[in-house]
């Protein structure tokens, strides 16, 4: 079962670019912070550059590691015609985010795409989504840093943390 912030009793969903990052770096990330399922929304699951992001290799290597793959870039991806602001209007988007959200009730997940940082991700509008439905969006940007959202309606400023917080809400 995913788990719940101490804090505000939200479920709690995880994101994380691969960016640049070595597979042993990936991977501990994701033990680190408990992720059980990873949730690809790259539409192009693909890299000439990092090939063991490829989706095919990517997903036997979670699995060797006990942390399962699924895929939902066909429905969450980005590059969208019109852009992705216009796309998240649509049922196809609406639909993804269901799927995402009843995935994610089941093990502790992390929404994966490229981009290190979700404030240059469309993982951005995808978290918004889902803290407007009751979540709390916990971004990774590296093994010691999160970047945690004010809650919607809050008048908080955004906040960058200096290690796995909320590692115990799970």
């Given at each position: ?47 000439k550059r990092y ?9 036997a290597q979670l ?108």
């Open positions: 079962m995913s788990g719940q912030s101490k804090h505000s009793g939200k479920p709690v969903i995880y994101t994380l670019g691969t960016s640049t990052r070595a597979l042993r770096e990936f991977l501990e990330i994701l033990e680190r912070y408990g992720i059980a399922l990873v949730a690809d929304v790259r539409r192009f699951p693909a890299s090939p063991h992001f490829n989706r095919p290799g990517l997903s699995s060797a590691n006990g942390i399962a793959y699924h895929y939902l870039g066909d429905k969450l991806g980005g590059y969208r015609p019109g852009g992705y602001e216009a796309y998240i209007r649509t049922e196809t988007f609406r639909e993804g985010v269901e799927e995402l959200a009843s995935l994610a009730k089941s093990a502790p997940t992390a929404i994966l795409c490229s981009e290190r940082f979700p404030w240059k991700c469309h993982r951005r509008f995808i978290a918004a989504r889902l803290a407007a439905e009751g979540w709390r969006v916990v971004h990774i940007i590296d093994a010691e840093r999160v970047y945690i959202p004010p809650d919607p309606g809050c008048n908080g400023s955004p906040a960058a943390h200096g290690s796995p917080a909320n590692k115990s809400e799970k």
